[in-house]
């Protein structure tokens, strides 16, 4: 069987010899067969490659692209799209067609990230966080009175809360304020322990100035005359606990436009 193969090869065309031999994969052809010479061939240059048996007298050059894997001479470049880009044509071997990730917009953060055959997942920032679209997690926004700082804005889905330190005279003025509500409370509470004492003695008067009234009527004309003098004159309170009630109204509301400013 070997000899009738070798008797083959011997018989056959220049254009079969040709085919015969350029097979070989990584080469081409460099001279072509005469009536008395075989084919000829080179390997393939650097920077070329041939893939699949050919009688071409040229390799095909390389493909220039962010490779996966270099080009040999029997294998083309493996080809990967570049940073911040993924495939979206891949023909089995090499990318085709890139395209680059989407960006995310203010207030979602990355929550997946872009590889070279997938694009970017974004999602949306919860209550209370913010994110400008470049962050892999949301940030909360800062508690300016937890830091004993002043809240200038408050943030929002996309921005961060501005602070500010507090100002000396704004904290001496609360303190003020507040000695002066208390002082206010106590004068308060004293006008109407007032104003309840001054109520029960008048209250008191006029009944115990009824009964003497009424004993003096029950008594003879001549031995009433005699036994009670005239009565004297109680004092007339009644003006100084309506002064001291309205003085307490007067109180309350300023206490409370007081702490409303």
């Known amino acids: 069987l070997n000899v009738f193969f070798v008797l083959l090869l011997l018989t056959v065309t220049c254009i079969e010899n040709s ?5 070989i994969t990584g080469n081409r052809v460099k001279t072509d067969c005469t009536e008395t010479a075989h084919t000829s061939c080179v390997a393939c240059e650097d920077g070329t490659h041939m893939d699949k048996p050919s009688g071409l007298k040229q390799c095909t050059h390389c493909t220039i692209c962010d490779l996966s894997r270099a080009c040999t001479t029997t294998s083309d470049t493996i080809c990967e799209p570049r940073d911040g880009f993924y495939c979206v044509d891949y023909d089995g071997v090499h ?6 990730h989407k960006p995310c917009n203010p ?30 997690f949301c ?5 300016c009175e937890s830091l004993n700082l002043k809240l200038i804005r408050p943030g929002n889905a996309t921005t961060d809360a501005q602070c500010e330190e507090q100002d000396e005279n704004v ?15 106590i004068v308060i509470l004293i ?6 004492k001054e109520i029960g003695c008048l209250k008191r008067g006029e009944k115990k100035e009824t009964e003497i009234e009424l004993k003096i009527l029950n ?7 005699m036994s009670y003098p005239l ?3 109680l004092p007339d309170v009644s003006a100084n606990v309506q002064e001291v009630c309205y003085l307490t109204e007067y109180l309350s509301l300023l206490s409370v436009k007081l702490y409303e400013d």
């Open 219 to 225: 008594e003879k004309p001549g031995k009433m005359a």
């Open 139 to 143: 940030r909360p926004h800062r508690p």
């Open 191 to 196: 006008a109407l322990c007032l104003c309840r």
């Open 231 to 233: 009565k004297p004159a």
């Open 95 to 100: 990318c085709v067609e890139a395209q680059e």
């Open 19 to 23: 085919l015969l031999f350029s097979i």
């Open 107 to 136: 207030g979602e953060y990355i929550s997946q990230a872009g590889t070279a055959f997938r694009d970017t997942e974004c999602s949306v920032c919860s209550y209370g966080t913010f994110s400008d679209g470049t962050l892999k």
């Open 171 to 185: 904290v001496l003025s609360w303190i003020i304020t507040g000695c002066l509500l208390l002082i206010l409370l």
